[in-house]
Each structure stands twice: as C-alpha cells, then as structure tokens.
C-alpha cells in the first residue's frame, strides 16, 4: 500500500467537559388588532424575518447580558440556564422604533401586539455526542448555530445567511451586466473519527461565490444597464421574476416583480408590474432589497457558462482559509459555550495505489498514462454494435456540406469499408417547432433498426428530437455542421463511441484483480443499480411548480454484465426519496430481464443525493422496495448499498514529490479515509483528473453490505465503474451507473418541459387535475415503457 499525505478542509472542535447548552423553543407572533389571523414570524425562514426575530429578541431585558446561540426563527440555545421561560407581550406603539421600523418591513398595517416567547425544552451536555451517535443532530446542529452566531450579529465585516449551511459576505464586487458577486462559505459540522478511534466533533468548509442583484440599487438603472449589456426585456423578466423590491418613498413596504409592460413600445414608459396584487410602478421608482442572490437556471445562458467557483487547487485552498479566518470562529460566544476550534486543516494519508485494467478486443489490455487516461481504438472494439442503415435528416444546404463527414464517421463507426450504401438522405426541415413532423418523420423507421442523425444549428432542434426519438423508439444522433464539418480525429473518435454504443456496443472492459472476490461483475452475479433524482424548478425557474420529479435509474439489465442501459419515472414533486411503488415495479422489471442471461446473486445500490439524515430512509424504504421486487421473482438474493455524494463540503490538498510549493488536487485513483464519519463506514474517492479547477473528492458511505465486502474491495469495484464511461477515454469523477442515472433524470425533465411547451393538452391528468406520473412516465419513455435495447442516451 502506498500511503501519501494530504490536507482536508477540516478542522477539530474541542469542548469543554463541563459545557452544557440549555435550549429554549422561541415563539414570536404578531396578533392583528382587527381579529385578522394571527402572524407567525419566527415560523418564517426568510432573512428580513429573520433579522425581526433577532431584533424582537435583542429587545428582552433577561437576554442583553446573556450571550447565546439563535437560529433565527424557532430555536435559541444559551450556555446558562435562564431564570425562568419569558412571556413578553408589546403593543405596536409601545415597540422602540427600531422594532417599529423592521415590523413595518413585513406586515404593510402593523396594528396590533407582539407576543415573544421563550420556553425551556432541552438540556444537553455538549460532549455527550460520544454517547448519542445514532441521532447526534442536535449536537450537530448546535455547534452549527454556536459558529455562526459572531458572524452573523457583529458590526463589522458580518456574514448572512443564504440557505441552509451557507454564509455570504455582504461586500459587492463586480460580476457582468450591473450585478454583483459575493464571497462566502458553506459548512456543516459532523462527528469524525478522531486520534486513536475516538469520536471528535469537526468543522468542515468550501468556498463559494454566488451572484447577486445589487443591493439597493434603483430599479430602472439595473435594468438600463441589464438591456445595455445586449440582453431583452424577456430576460430580465426571467431573471427578475420574484425579485423584491420597494418603493424610494416607502422602504417598508414589500413589493415582488412579476413582468414589464410597456417595453415593447418605443419611446413609451415601462412599469414593472408586481405579484399578487397586479399593481404597476415606474422603474425609476423602485429600489432593489439587499441580499438577494440569482438562481444558475434563471440567468442568461452567456452567464450560467460563467463559472465563477472553478479555482486551481492552490487558489482554493487559499480562499478556505481565507473564509476560516474571516469568520473568527474562536470569539465571545464559542468561549461561553466551551467551544474551541483548532487553527490547522486536518492533515492525514491517502493511498493511490490500486489499479483498474481496462480491455478491448481479443482481451487486449490497454495501456493507461499516469492519469488512467487510454486510447480506444473504434476498429478494437470489444463489442461492435449493430449497424444497419444510417439515415441522414438535414436541408439540402446542411447534406452537401456534411455528407462525407457523415460517411466517414459511419466508416469508422461500423468498420465496414461501403459506409456509402449504408448512409442515405431524407431531407427535412429541421427549424420546425411542433412536435407530430419530428414524430412522424421517425415513425417511418420505427423497428427498423436504423440510426437517424440529424444535423442541424437550429437551438430548439435536439430537443425535438429527442421527444420524437422517445415516442418512436428510433435511436438517433443530432450533430451540429460546425462540429462535423471537416472533422477533427479526437472529435471523430468521440462521436463514433457514442454511435457503437447507442447502437448496442461496448467499447472496453474492465477486469478486477482477486481483491475483488465478491464483486466481480465479471461473474454474472452482480446486478448494479444507479439511482438518482431531478427536481423541478418552477415558474421562471423559482417558486412554487406542478412539474414532477425525474427518477433516474441506470443498470447493468443486459446480455454483457458491464453494459449498462437506462430509463427513468415521473415521481412525486420534489421529493427526495425514492416513491416505493414505481421503484418495486422498474426493478422486477430489470430483474426479469436480466435473468435470461445470468443468475443474480448480489445486487449493488448506488445512489446519490441523500443527506445523511435520510441514510435510515433508504435502507427501510428504498432497499425494502428493491428487496420485496427480489421477492416477488422468488430470487434469493443480497444486497450492498452506498451512497455517494458529490457535493460536501470537505475539500482534499496535497503536495506532489516533484518539489513544488503549490497545493495540487488529489491524483487520480486516490483514497482517503481520515476524516470520515464515526460510526459509519465511509471514505473519499478521487477517481479522475481535473483538467481545470479542483478535482472533487466524492464522499462513499457504505450503508449495507450483507455479504461482508473488505474496503480494498468497495474501493476497487466502485474506482472500476468510473472507468465504464464508454465514450470518455479514462475514468470519470463518479461511478458510472450515477452519472448515468443523473443524466437520463434530467433527459425525463427535458422531454416534459418540451411536451408541456409544446403539447400541454397531452400530458396525462388523474381525477383532480394532478399528474398522473405513471401515465406520463408510459408516454415519455422509449418505445412506451419497453426497457431500452441499448443505452440510447449515450
């Protein structure tokens, strides 16, 4: 074994012995003199609540001398035991004017009374997590609190909150088009393994930067400068929808943007129209409320291609460490609640030493470089796909400009030497914007199995034929002329591994070492499961949304145990775990099929996207579906899960032996497993190179394992699934049945945006007017719910 040693974005919480932390439920209502219902403020998680509930609580006499830790709404904790609970009742007129002024900021006629609350609900000792490790979120979640309270209460240099775990700088710099960027952090606390096997609280921290809308800025100037900028009025309408604003004459007063009128008449007065209530202002009589960041979905697409969080492993350590020190996280309050956080990153080893084979034709093995980077050779394919006819859907301009290039490709991709009887041309307009002339242009070759490629620049084009391509069951290809036009080998040589492999191919296959006795794809025992989920945004890509959730499922259901196909279901909105029913009916589904080639013994879950306070969840509810579809098939099988997350907060640096003084990112094929979760079996995998940025080391916690699997095994066997990529040449940063599942999640969300755009009246409706998922998933799946032959999607 060859152990290194790296840094973590980690650092070690100490306690006092001694440290208690008494909790007390906050309740602050405001009670309308006119019988109106009563308003719940702390129960409001949104920042201008929020600082009204810091503010109401600032106010009580019992607490000026106390220093404590408030989450904002529902929940303080003080590090002494208060007297007694308080009951404070305030008349609007008596509140001082301070108050005054933040109540009239969220309710429009404030007459009434204030009713505050604080009553004792818990006590714990703050080291007691040793003991409680099976539900140590409170302790969690207290120290969270502790280290965000000075950052988030001081008068100089403070921190907001802006979503859960994540704290924004309020310093404005510079980004594109009038709007600003800020600087801040996301962090969580968690219960590691510490020295000698003993359990030890830990801060762990990533930099960010997130883009905002500039804080009280006047409305019109935004926008002026937005359109100046080259952009229209439709997209500031998407970028603005929702946005809060007030009026110059009355800051109190909340206003939420909905759309323009007027901009589509020239020399005329533009107002901006507001939600709910319809009323309209001129723009140069609006201003923009401070803290409000933009969704990536609702920008124009030149800046979501801006990525503002990609740094050299060096200039991101730096930034943490920055962020670390700005948060002056030894202060007043940790020291009143015995809390002491260490000053260095957690420093351990990582081993790089296991290797993956990777085999063509005739069990060629190839040759991997130093990032485990190997060519693939289209004429050595370990499996050609089946290749009939390729037709040709372009203009007659787009055909005379591609037609060699087309046949080229085809020539590599079917290693036949006629690719020119093979290739034939349909002409067809390919700027359409209904659905049926896609669809029934497809149809014609429907069962055929002929490949359809489609060349074209039009921007709505590919989308169209996806949809076609799902109702029809027609693999197709869709090209851009300036991509096939004249093209390049490396550019060749990727398209013809997406075609062998849309077209029932493998490329390459791994082999596993006898470190790998259990898990050996090789063995046809292993059935693989990759689970992911996609939400929906909603209307202009914020708030509230009828669009389901997307399952993405990718497993290795057919003839060779290494080719993985895909499909997905509609579920539930925006809920995280997996629905049961659908999830028991598509695995029997693979199950059944599977079995016609290969005996299963084992099925492997992978999933992604869960927080660990949902691991519980999928064991019971998830794995109990997959289980009760084993056993509807009377198949006695075991099962191992692990979850993978690729989006923590712990970042990994380490210093190359060949002298360099600059942090680096991990290298390929490396595994760290200090740092990792107490009680869990967990560890980090660096399974790629990062060409640009930091590599993302991905979190792997095994949640089952029913057939006593080692941890040279599960590193082994899931660093080999990222190598099964097909069309990349070297391994990719996740297993690839996740990325798989994640992509054919979001291609179910891109063919019902098309169908709900395009062809509203066809999406399927139960009783109420809901969506009928199972309907929805039948009409939008290839050949109608039929598990795809191939993975279509490649």
Known sequence: MSLKKCISSQWIIKIDR?????????????????????????????????????????????????VYAYDGCGS????????????????????????????????ENPDGVLHV?????????MTD????????????????FILSEDAVTRKGNPFVTHGSGCLMETTEHEFLYGLKYREGNYKGCHVINGNHGVPEMSLAMNYCRKVFFPANANFQKFITDFIGSGKTYDDAEILCWGLRLCTNDNPRRILQFENFIGHNISGGDIFAVMKNSKEKFSLKDLQIIPDQSIPNDAMPKDLKDVDLNKFKPHDRKRFVEEQFRKLRLNNEVTAAFGVTVEQNMLEGTFDDSISVNVHAMNNQMLVQDKYGAFKSDCRRYYKRGNFKKVILFATIDDSARISEDIKKVVKFASNKSDADAMVSFEEFDTTQKTLDPWVNALKKHKGSGNLVITVDETPDSHAFLKFAEAVTGVNTQHLKPSTISGVRSQTMQNIVHKLNIKMGGLNHVIRFSENVPNLDLNNGK???????VCHPTGEKYKGETDEPSFVGLSANYMEHPQ?????????????????QRPLTYFTEKLLSHVQ????????VLLRDGVSEGQYSKVLEEEIGAIKKAAKNLKLDVKVVAFIVTKNGNV????????????????????????????????????AHRSLIGTAKTIMITKICDEIGISLHEAQEFLLGLTYLHQIVSSPISLPTPINQAEAIAQRGQTLYRILKTYCSSKIPKNHDGSIDNKKLTELLSINNESLPISRYNA
């Open 596 to 603: 016609k080639f290969r005996a299963i013994k084992t099925i």
């Open 117 to 125: 609350s604080l009553k004792k609900a818990d006590v714990i000792m």
């Open 651 to 686: 970042r990994h640096f380490y210093h190359s032996n060949n002298g360099g003084i600059e942090w680096e990112s991990m290298p390929h094929g490396s595994f760290i497993n200090f740092g990792t979760r107490y009680g869990f079996q967990q560890f980090y995998m660096t």
């Open 526 to 532: 292993i059935f693989v499961m990759g689970l992911d």
């Open 563 to 579: 080719e993985f196909g895909n499909l997905f279901f509609a579920q539930t909105i925006r809920k995280e775990l997996i629905d």
């Open 129 to 144: 997590f040793t003991n409680s490790l099976v539900k140590d979120r409170p302790w969690r979640t207290l120290m969270e």
């Open 76 to 107: 303080l904790w003080t590090p002494k035991a208060l007297k007694s609970d308080i009951e404070v009742e305030i008349p609007q007129p008596d509140l001082d004017d301070c108050l005054k002024q933040y109540l009239q900021t969220i309710i």
């Open 18 to 66: 001694n440290a208690f932390a008494f909790q007390y439920n906050v309740k602050i209502v405001f009670e309308y003199s006119g019988g109106q219902k009563r308003l719940f403020i702390s129960e409001n998680n949104k920042n201008y609540f929020k600082a009204f509930c810091r503010k109401a609580i600032n106010g009580i006499d019992e607490l000026k001398r106390l």
